[in-house]
């Protein structure tokens, strides 16, 4: 069998009581036999600030480039704030994407799932997969996922409850592992040739 395939999850909410975290928690019990899903929080990374780069990555950036750079995909949970990506996801793609020309995010496969009390992280995600485009990631394009009304999908425990929609989890979660896989492949192939 091959190596698992190892995902890392980023969610864009901070909140302890997050439905897009419990999104990744879910995705985590949902995984396919060949694949693995670390969690890595977001609220220990300082704003992005080019003089705060200019004197060398601070610790918890150069955390998440690790993590980001040993990952084989990454799977992004996308809440939405007045219309566009969480700031908090936004400044973590930001950090990562630093120092021009050397970003752990090129060629990086990532799935783009999200919760909303109505359907906010729709525009959250489209303005995310235009940011996948300047940044190099590969966005799996479907299923597409948009947890309208989250808050009746998870119980108290905000454990994700909702069977059509950890089915369509599932259903990304089997498509992302062999699509990287593919992109892994593809790349050894142009790496060998050149």
Known sequence: MSNPIHILGLSGSLRRASLNTALLRAAAELLPADATLEIRPLNDLPFFDED?????????????????AAADALLLAVPEYNYSIAPALKNAIDWASRPY??????????AILGASAGMGTVRAQLHLRDVAITTGLHVLNQPEIFVGRAAEKFDEALRLTDEPTRAILARML???VPWTRAIQASRAIRESAA
């Open 52 to 68: 705060v780069e200019a004197q060398g990555f601070p610790p918890s950036v150069q955390d998440l480039h690790a993590k980001i």
């Open 101 to 110: 020309g050397a970003s752990v995010l090129v060629g990086k496969p990532v």
């Open 174 to 176: 089997q498509r992302l």
